[in-house]
């Protein structure tokens, strides 16, 4: 079975650095690019990135970029959205979804951040 | 603001047929091929259908999609309770050295 697998909830206060992992399996990890998508409570859906975890190739949405960054190692077949000084504006749902047409999702990581 | 535009909300009768549009332009639905997605309340979003009406297993043929230059459309026919859920429209676009783009998300309420 092809799926996604995320860490879990995070509480953080603000200034904080944060690392949320996807872990892939049931496929080739390298071969599939992995998104990210914010949330944001009572939200809809934000594009932040992508990563091509076979040369670790990344795009970011003009959103995001410099606001986050996108890993992957491809060794264990996980990707990571990394935050080096969280805000409360960060605080929402934040998915990862495989391929190039999202196919499949991960079942998503809460961040609150709140001092 | 997203790129694309959908509807906030969107309601019908069980049995009912019930059509979620979605409007963008000739960077992003005019050239790529547009995905559907159903998000029931609590949970993480699934791919429900996308061009050409490809579903994949598991998806009910109640599930359809249309695209017309740079709007899309996607149908749902014999409305059933548990089709109640957020739909979002999103896909490529070229502008801006490409990204993806999502609509703002139609809330379906089955009456």
């Known amino acids: 079975e092809v799926q996604l697998v995320q860490s879990g909830a995070e509480v953080k206060k603000p200034g904080e650095s944060l690392k949320i992992s996807c872990k892939g399996s049931g496929y080739t990890f390298t071969t599939s690019w992995i998104g990210w998508v914010r949330q944001m409570p009572g939200k809809g859906l934000e594009w932040m990135g992508l990563?091509?975890?076979?040369?670790?190739?990344?795009r970011y949405s003009p959103s995001f970029q410099g606001q986050v960054t996108i890993s992957a190692d491809k060794s264990i077949n996980t990707a990571y959205l990394y935050w080096s000084a969280l805000k409360a504006s960060d605080t929402a749902m934040y998915y990862c979804?495989?391929?190039?047409?999202?196919?499949?999702w991960g079942q998503g990581t809460m961040v609150t951040v709140s001092s | 603001q997203s790129v694309l535009t959908q509807p906030p909300s969107a309601s019908g009768t069980p049995g009912q047929r019930v059509t979620i549009s979605c409007s963008g332009s000739?960077?992003?639905?005019?050239?790529?091929?547009v995905h559907w997605y159903q998000q029931l309340p609590g949970t993480a979003p699934k791919r429900l259908i996308y061009?050409?009406?490809q579903r994949p297993s598991g998806v009910p043929d109640r599930f359809s999609v249309s695209k017309s230059g740079t709007s899309a459309s996607l149908a749902i026919s014999g409305l059933q309770s548990e089709d109640e859920a957020d739909y979002y429209c999103?896909?490529?676009?070229?502008?801006?050295?490409?990204?993806?783009?999502f609509g703002g998300g139609t809330k379906l309420t089955v009456l």
């Open positions: 990563i091509y975890p076979g040369d670790s190739h990344t």
């Open positions: 979804a495989k391929g190039d047409s999202f196919d499949i």
């Open positions: 061009s050409n009406n």
């Open positions: 999103a896909t490529w676009d070229d502008s801006l050295n490409g990204r993806w783009v």
């Open positions: 000739s960077s992003n639905i005019g050239s790529n091929i």
